[in-house]
T-cell receptor, first 120, second 115 residues
Framework: GAVVSQHPSWVICKSGTSVKIECRSL??????MFWYRQFPKQSLMLMAT?????????EQGVEKDKFLINHASLTLSTLTVTSAHPEDSSFYIC????????????????FGQGTRLTVV | AQSVAQPEDQVNVAEGNPLTVKCTYS??????LFWYVQYPNRGLQFLLK??????LVKGSYGFEAEFNKSQTSFHLKKPSALVSDSALYFC?????????????FGQGTTLQVKP
């Protein structure tokens, strides 16, 4: 299957600072990327959907000024947690969907490894 | 409202025994159905999907799932469980209406396989 690489795997930052998480599709063009947040032993909560070259669409209750999403190319999307606070500590996962080799749409989304964010 | 339900928080099974992880859904249109597995502090790994065709789909690591339209279910099964199958399993649905690719996830089921 297609590969999605997420970086960093874990990060610890001080309260009030900003943290950037990268999500890269390594062998396909990710026209759409999704950012999820997952609390311990809970399901994934979709935060936003981003399409290459356009503004992200945020789910209800997700602060767009707090969680900045950029999808500037077909292989890279970034999530920046601005002015992080301890309550932002969580596991963040990206997934990507797009065109595989041969120009066919992937029917399934492929997930990054996740980023464990701890704000102290 | 569209939703996916995994009624069991945890499933315990002895190694070598068959396992079933349940999933039911309520979405519009003809949905795409997926199963993913997650190991601790890792992202989700794709196991299998149902798009159309044969109701029994086979996936990775010996897993299979049966789509039942009348019962709106997509239960995950494996004939003989391994200890290494112990993980968190998510059922996900992509509604048939629209093509945003957005997935709706179930709550997740922890599978514990004991030796």
């Amino acid at each position: 299957g297609a590969v999605v690489s997420q970086h960093p795997s874990w990060v610890i930052c001080k309260s009030g600072t900003s943290v950037k998480i990268e999500c890269r599709s390594l062998d396909f063009q990710a026209t759409t990327m999704f950012w999820y947040r997952q609390f311990p032993k809970q399901s994934l909560m979709l935060m936003a959907t981003s399409n290459e070259g356009s503004k992200a669409t945020y789910e209800q209750g997700v602060e767009k000024d707090k969680f900045l999403i950029n999808h500037a190319s077909l292989t890279l999307s970034t999530l920046t947690v601005t002015s992080a606070h301890p309550e932002d500590s969580s596991f963040y996962i990206c997934s990507a969907r797009g065109l595989a080799r041969g120009g066919l749409w992937n029917t399934e989304a492929f997930f990054g490894q996740g980023t464990r964010l701890t704000v102290v | 409202a569209q939703s996916v339900a995994q009624p069991e928080d945890q499933v315990n099974v002895a190694e070598g025994n068959p396992l079933t992880v349940k999933c039911t859904y309520s979405v519009s249109g003809n949905p795409y159905l997926f199963w993913y597995v997650q190991y601790p502090n890792r992202g989700l790994q794709f196991l299998l999907k149902y798009i159309t065709g044969d109701n029994l789909v086979k996936g990775s690591y010996g897993f299979e799932a049966e789509f039942n339209k009348s019962q709106t279910s997509f239960h995950l099964k494996k004939p003989s469980a391994l200890v290494s199958d112990s993980a968190l399993y998510f059922c996900a649905v992509r509604p048939g209406s629209g093509n945003t690719g957005k997935l709706i996830f179930g709550q997740g089921t922890t599978l514990q396989v004991k030796p």
